[in-house]
Nanobody, 128 residues
Framework: QVQLVESGGGSVQAGGSLRLSCAAF????????MGWFRQAPGKEREGVAA????????YYADSVKGRFTISQDNAENTLYLQMNRLKTEDTAMYYC?????????????????????WGQGTQVTVSS
């Protein structure tokens, strides 16, 4: 089992920055990848960014490329999402996720159904 705990959400004006953190507990050595997803009210869940285990390849949604950076500290079992130049459309609940599936990226690296474990979410609100 793996437990994920997000932190770092909050309210910020457009153009500002936030850094989300996700602490992972349990059998983290079994994970093949971790990622960030978000869901805004009335919208479907969207994959934001993912990173292969051990700080490998990274993947981003087109909507956040060049603005967001995913990284992880393996020693601390913590995943980060640095969000810069935030836009109002980035407002959503952000979820950390992790996967045990070795083929997690087979149908695309930002598909939530390929991830096994989810955090409780942290709210990000960007105002104009």
């Amino acid at each position: 089992q793996v437990q994920l705990v997000e932190s770092g959400g909050g309210s910020v004006q457009a153009g500002g920055s936030l850094r989300l953190s996700c602490a992972a507990f349990g059998y983290t050595y079994s994970l093949y990848a971790m990622g960030w997803f978000r869901q805004a009210p009335g919208k479907e869940r969207e994959g934001v960014a993912a990173i292969a285990a051990g700080g490998g390849s990274t993947y981003y949604a087109d909507s956040v490329k060049g603005r967001f950076t995913i990284s992880q500290d393996n020693a601390e079992n913590t995943l980060y999402l640095q969000m810069n130049r935030l836009k109002t459309e980035d407002t959503a609940m952000y979820y950390c996720a992790a996967t045990l599936r070795p083929d997690w990226a087979r149908y695309g690296p930002l598909r939530g159904e390929r991830f096994n474990y989810w955090g409780q979410g942290t709210q990000v609100t960007v105002s104009s």
